[in-house]
């Protein structure tokens, strides 16, 4: 487990840090320190639950809205909803009005990761000049359309690669990647099994 | 295994259908029909390849975009490339560019199940009016933050609801909801371990 608690060294640096630059990475550290000690003083805020809302519109073709989610006590809105059109390329018999659901997975794999990796890295004094990652998913989809059980209906191996630029030694950013890794929300909801409870409202 | 080898019944519902129509709910059936017997005899081309690149901007802003991907035996580029904003709210320390990676995640759950639900229901021939779905999932952001290590770190669990109307019969509605958990790739990324390899280039 890698713990924030502070290190006599780093208190030093940290209050010289508070004083000259509380930001690393875009990332105010100072409340993010704050939040997690209102967390370990009240461990309720740290509960959220977000949402989205589908709507199918034809064929392959599906629209996505995410607006409010509940967290840190309290219900929040944003000041607009997002809509994200997902559809299937005509190869898979749709229109193209947006990427489709495995490539919504990778794009949501490849944010949660890189954030991960820069809050940790924010939280931690280390500065991120630029970060890219490249993913791809092979899939099979004779799972998908039921013509074989031993295949399987998802992704067989998903590939992340990263390439990080910063001033920080090459072992410091090795660790951050293998950190994102450890403590990313939807690494974790894709490496391991998730509970999808699904019911019909009838 | 759901299989769509068709009965003598089906063979000449079917024959009608194409004279009649041969779109089920946006979905042209005999193309997807036509693809199945065309991975019947050369398997290859079931085979695809998703792809995202992401680019990191500024704190929890990053921005994923996706274009080209390979599948049935080529790589095919749309004709624009899709470019979606992640990005945390302003509780997380964001600035609310775009959702976040866990409701993106939830996005890609919702579409995949729609999808699924959609082109099995086409392939048999059932008439779908709307489908709508409702998505939450409960997180303790105890677990990204490194604060605990019996929370973990992805959702707890994921409920959809789904409110289906088409003059199908309810059963048929209820099996069709069963299916689409039975063949989306996202509910199994979701559900099921899939491995991800992540390397840093260096």
Known sequence: MISYTMS???QIENKQEQVEQKIVNGVNVTKLFGTMDA???SPIISKFNFRAKGEW???GHNQVTINDFYGAGQTHSRSRAFV???DEPPVLLGEDHGANAGEYALAALSSCLTTTLIYHAAAQGVVIDEVESTLSGDIDLQGYLGMSE???NGY???K????VKSNA???KIRELVELAQNRSPVFDIISNPTPVEVSLQE
Request: no cysteine; charged share 45%; glycine share 4%.
């Open 84 to 86: 994200y059109d997902e």
């Open 150 to 152: 031993n295949i399987r």
């Open 39 to 41: 967390i370990r003083s």
């Open 57 to 59: 519109i034809k064929g």
């Open 156 to 158: 067989e191996k998903i």
């Open 169 to 171: 030694p090459k072992e």
């Open 8 to 10: 006599k060294t780093n």
């Open 160 to 163: 992340v690669t990263f390439k």
